[in-house]
């Protein structure tokens, strides 16, 4: 079973991945017509500090996306986005479920 969510996660952080570069490349080739870059905090509370790193270093490993800073308490992730979503709370809620629930599953 572990095999599989790891598999499954794999073939999602390629997709980011691959769909990031395609953002970032878009929005450099059209100047002016992109969104503006944010700040936004997701809650990472009851990971590891092994659980933390992997989330932070995916995170950052993705174009357009940067850990930014850990809280003291290790509750929470300051990240920022150059091509922010719809809304925060979508963001917010993607990050915390495809990233922060999947690395908890699997590590």
């Known amino acids: 079973m572990r095999l599989v969510k790891i598999i499954s996660f794999l073939l999602f952080y390629v997709k980011e991945v691959v769909l990031a570069n395609f953002q970032i490349a878009l929005q450099i080739l059209t100047p002016g017509g992109g ?9 990472v509370e009851g990971l590891n500090d092994r659980q933390l790193l992997i989330v932070t270093n995916l995170i950052t490993m993705t174009p357009g996306t940067l850990s930014f800073d850990v809280s003291q308490d290790g509750s929470t992730v300051l990240i920022h986005q150059m091509i ?21 599953e699997i590590f």
């Not at 969104?35 to 809650?43: D, G, K, V, Y």
């Not at 922010?84 to 979508?90: T, V």
Request: proline share 7%.
């Open 84 to 104: 922010p979503g719809n809304s925060k709370e979508e963001d917010r809620a993607k990050l915390e479920t495809e990233y922060v629930r999947r690395v908890s």
């Open 35 to 43: 969104r503006n870059p944010e700040f936004l905090t997701i809650s």
